[in-house]
């Protein structure tokens, strides 16, 4: 009886085993690829930051504004259209109240509108302070993707819309934003033969304009640290073109150095403590660099044709610059230290101002090309040459901090009949579509942008 | 205790045989057998033919109905030798098999779908099919319509067929859709693996039973900050795509598909 059950389970095992043992039909896994996508800009909703009605008081009697909740929405909003890569929807279409929506957004409503992301939060008025809270959601996902908080004086209010601005951007996009940045410039007012020239600085969106310098004297180039906010510029002292340090968070200015046959301001080194500069000596234009501790000058370059417009790469283990030596003005690359000189440019026309990007594989120029003016990019060894844009004037190229967006000056004749005169600043994107006119209060020139604010 | 002996080896048998048959080198077909192949030279159009497009799916029916006639004007399908099956077939199956035979012998005249469809396969046995899918794609096109209007083909034939994969023509369609779908986030490096794979579970309708990102790890290395951006816009794009465009049949191929989003064609332009 115990043999019979034992030789069952043994039958029942082997049948087991056999049908484990039947071959099943696999089909293999079918791979898609997808390759291609589209560049439009990402829909989003900015939902007016919610506010209760006490704090709501408070910030009127300090910032004379109804409700500051919905002034930051609003600087976000401006900001990300700006940017080009995000269409903010509007906000007539919202379904949900901006206090629920902070809470827990009902997805289905943002869905309905179209919105693939969105940003909620709510201010608050804590010890005199102004507290921002925000949060961003993945609409499709219906989840929660970052929730930060900021605490600040009130009257610092934009800047919070900024780093709001940022945190989003580079929270959607890969990359560090560029929003809680400045731009410091030179205002031109008079006409072209008596220009009068000043330093100004304001926010990237233009707000917070500031005057630096009233007047009396010419200013050029004005160039921001990589690091802090130092500025350094060119101002023509007794008619002798002399370069200023310029503290920008505490006012403080002190001379570098009278430099004669200095055309252009220097620019900093990657680190903040040096600064690279082309000066004319003996008649002969030629690349130097200082050091800012102990004012040591170095002599990078020494050749007979005219060298200008040095920038080094952001490791600072290369240069930048033009030069004329092949007889027409063209892009050069070398090493930090002068060696292995390399030309880059090759296209037909001049090609000036190069600026080594910040995230270092590209480097933007200004190019001359049958009467016009164009502003373009190309890699680090010369391939790839994109023109952005074309116009009858326009030079001085600066990149943002993420090396996304280049700003730079154009002078356009003020009527239809080619007279008159006006410069203004543009900037454009990489993709060479987002061409925007930054506002200003007077005409400007020789535009640069500092790193963020924030860091 | 012989007996024992004689059923334990009839078994280990019985299993070898089952083992050797199932394995592919051994299902293959003689190669000595040159069976007919006929190529149809399709005249290429200016326009893409989308077959999910409803004008389009008539104008292939337009076209399959005239191309009847040719098939029936071909010389009489050869019949194939019997093969080795590469899978033990389940007594149902065996059955309904021997049934074809037999109605192939006794009504040559009918075969018309089904003898094309043997011929097609025929065809994938012999060709790289994805060499050759660019010449018999709109043949696949008709097959599958085909198949799906006549009650003849079960589902365990059609668990049978073996694609390699998507027609051309369904895999452009899907891809065009994706395609709209996907807002590529333009801050990415451009010197960086941006290839992220996303695994699927599909229902028949094309809508998402479940979705999963194959290189998950590669989120949370150092410096790959940009991959968790990447990834997290290609689940956006196919949520905002689904339903998917997937074929109206052979649900049991593409139930579970991936996608390959890769950006770095579009970035570098």
């Not at chain 1, 900015?46 to 300090?62: G, H, M, Q, R, T």
């Not at chain 2, 951006?229 to 598909?257: H, M």
Request: with cysteine.
């Amino acid at each position: 009886m115990q043999e019979k059950c034992w030789k069952d389970k043994m039958l029942f095992r082997y049948l087991l085993l056999l049908i484990l043992l039947l071959p099943i039909k696999a089909f293999a896994l079918i791979e898609v690829d997808i390759t291609r996508g589209n560049l439009s800009p990402l829909p989003i909703a900015v939902s007016p930051l919610s506010i209760d009605e006490e704090s709501k008081k408070n910030f009127k009697k300090i910032l004379k504004k109804n409700n500051i909740g919905s002034e930051i929405s609003i600087v976000v909003e401006n900001n990300l259209k700006q940017s080009g890569l995000f269409n903010p929807l509007n906000k007539d279409a919202f379904l949900q109240k901006p206090d629920i929506a902070n809470l827990k957004p009902r997805f289905e409503d943002w869905n309905l509108i179209k919105a693939q992301a969105l940003v909620t939060g709510k201010v608050t008025f804590v010890d005199e302070k102004l507290r921002v809270e925000f949060r961003l959601w993945d609409v499709l996902a219906g989840k929660e993707m970052m929730a930060l908080a900021f605490t600040t004086v009130p009257s610092n209010w934009r800047r919070v819309g900024h780093i709001i601005t940022d945190k989003v951007y580079e929270r959607l996009t890969g990359e560090k934003g560029y929003f809680d940045t400045r731009i410091i410039y030179v205002a031109e007012e008079g006409p072209k033969v008596r220009r009068i020239k000043k330093l100004a600085i304001m926010d990237q969106d233009g707000f917070n304009n500031k005057f630096l310098t009233l007047g009396n004297e010419l200013v050029l180039t004005p160039r921001f640290s990589p690091t802090n906010q130092m500025v350094t510029y060119l101002s023509y002292f007794k008619n002798l073109p002399r370069v200023y340090l310029l503290d920008i968070e505490t006012g403080m200015q002190e001379v570098v150095g009278d430099f004669p046959g200095m055309t252009f301001a220097p620019r900093f080194s990657p680190d903040g403590k040096k600064i690279i500069m082309s000066f004319a000596q003996d008649g002969n234009s030629d690349i130097y660099t200082m050091d800012l501790e102990n004012r040591i000058v170095e002599r990078i370059t020494n050749h007979p044709s005219i060298d200008t417009s040095p920038s080094f790469s952001p490791n600072g283990k290369y240069i930048c610059f033009n030069s004329d030596r092949s007889g027409y003005q063209q892009i050069y690359v070398m090493d930090s230290n002068g060696k292995n000189v390399k030309r880059i440019s090759f296209g037909n026309g001049l090609y000036g101002t190069p600026v080594w990007s910040p995230r270092g594989d590209l480097i933007a120029f200004t190019k001359l090309h049958r009467g016009k003016f164009y502003i373009g990019v190309m890699r680090t060894d010369g391939t790839g040459e994109r023109l952005l844009t074309e116009n009858f004037y326009q030079e001085a190229p600066s990149w943002s901090p993420n090396g996304r967006v280049l700003i730079f000056y154009r002078e356009t004749k003020t009527n239809s009949k080619g007279e008159g005169f006006s410069a203004k600043l543009w900037s454009i994107d990489l993709t060479g579509y987002n061409e925007k006119l930054v506002e200003t209060k007077t005409d400007a020139s020789d535009p640069s942008w500092s790193s963020l604010l924030s860091n | 205790m012989n007996r024992s002996i004689f059923v334990s080896s009839g078994l280990h048998i019985l299993m070898v045989i089952v083992t050797a048959m199932s394995l592919p080198f051994l299902s293959k077909k003689p190669l000595d057998l040159p069976p007919i192949i006929s190529v149809e030279l399709i005249q290429i159009t200016d326009q893409t033919s989308i077959p999910f497009a409803p004008k389009a799916k008539k104008i292939i029916e337009k076209i399959k109905e005239k191309e009847k006639k040719l098939v029936s004007e071909q010389a009489p399908p050869k019949i194939v030798k019997k093969q080795k099956p590469d899978a033990v077939p389940l007594p149902d199956e065996k059955i309904e098999k021997v049934k074809k035979i037999k109605d192939k012998k006794q009504n040559p005249e009918k075969v018309d779908n089904e003898v094309k469809q043997v011929s097609e396969f025929e065809k994938d046995n012999l060709f790289d099919p994805n060499n050759i899918a660019a010449l018999i794609d709109k043949s696949k096109i008709e097959v599958a319509e085909t198949k799906q209007k006549t009650d003849k083909v079960t589902q365990e034939q059609d668990k049978k067929i073996d694609f390699a994969g998507l027609t051309l023509s369904e895999e452009d369609a899907l891809k065009a859709q994706i395609f709209g779908c996907w807002s590529i986030p333009l801050g990415l490096p451009y010197n960086e693996n941006l290839l992220v794979r996303i695994k699927l579970q599909l229902k028949p309708d094309g809508t998402i039973i479940k979705s999963e990102i194959l290189d998950h790890a590669r989120m949370n290395k150092p410096g790959q900050g940009f991959y968790k951006v990447l990834a997290e816009s290609a689940l956006r794009a196919i949520k905002l795509c689904q339903p998917l465009r997937v074929p109206s049949s052979g649900y049991e191929k593409w139930k579970d598909l991936q996608l390959n989003f890769d950006a770095r064609e579009m970035l570098e332009g």
